[in-house]
């Protein structure tokens, strides 16, 4: 069976400091990531998307990064965080059509930043 | 681009009734149409979908209907429960996806 897995749950962070998220998908093969935010009580803003290793598209910049170093690992980071950074950060995997097929999503990792 | 406007904000109903959210779009390339629901404090999991081929789907107490010509769409939910009550996000993808803003669902016992 498939599983999705993010790292860190939640973080607490400092202005001005970076950041890492992760994301594994295991049981499936060549996956396409994604990458979204989700203001406190807001709707969802898809970030990235990746459909291969290596390969990342932007779809909204917001001072963050990403990147998928191997085919069922992808990264969001950021070298200086901002207030605005603040929200709930899910990854999420399809396998298809990257824009026409169900999603699964993580878990999420709740990120505060003061 | 694509703007997702789901029209209401927050829906109450009576266990056992049943509860309709409507969405439209605005891009008439927009092909794909998911339907997620979040419970409180976790995260997002597929619901339903549809796609512009048809026009109605159902699934057990769901049914998601689409006009094309009016850029609409909609979750009808059947014989309420309790468990049903959560945040459902409409969404439009002709390879980007765009949400909606969410409906939070109240089933009342």
């Known amino acids: 069976a498939q599983t999705i897995h993010q790292w860190p749950v939640a973080e607490i962070k400092a202005v001005g400091s970076p950041l890492s998220l992760g994301c594994t998908i295991k049981g499936k093969s060549s996956p396409n990531l ?68 169900e999603q699964y999503f993580g878990p999420g990792t709740r990120l505060t930043v003061l | 681009g694509e703007k997702v406007e789901q029209h209401e904000s927050t829906l109450s109903v009576r266990e056992g009734d049943s509860a309709v959210i409507n969405c439209t779009y605005t891009d008439t390339a927009s092909s794909y149409f998911p339907w997620y ?46 468990e049903d009550s959560a945040i459902y996000f409409c969404a439009a993808s002709n390879n980007r996806i765009f949400f909606g803003d969410g409906t939070q669902l109240v089933v009342k016992p």
């Open chain 2, 37 to 82: 629901k979040q419970e409180a404090g976790k995260s997002l999991h597929f619901v339903i979908d549809i796609r512009s081929n048809v026009d109605r789907k159902q699934s057990q107490r769901l049914t998601v209907l689409l006009d094309k010509k009016a850029k609409r769409f909609s979750l009808h939910i059947t014989a309420t429960q309790p």
């Open chain 1, 34 to 101: 994604y990458w979204y935010w989700q203001a406190t009580g807001g709707t969802l803003q898809q970030l990235f998307y990746s459909i291969t290793v290596g390969q990342v598209e932007s779809v909204v910049q917001l001072n963050l990064s990403a990147s998928r170093p191997k085919d069922d690992q992808f990264i969001l980071s950021t070298e200086k965080l901002l207030l605005s950074h603040s929200g709930f950060y899910l990854c999420a995997w399809s396998l298809g059509d990257w824009g026409g097929a």
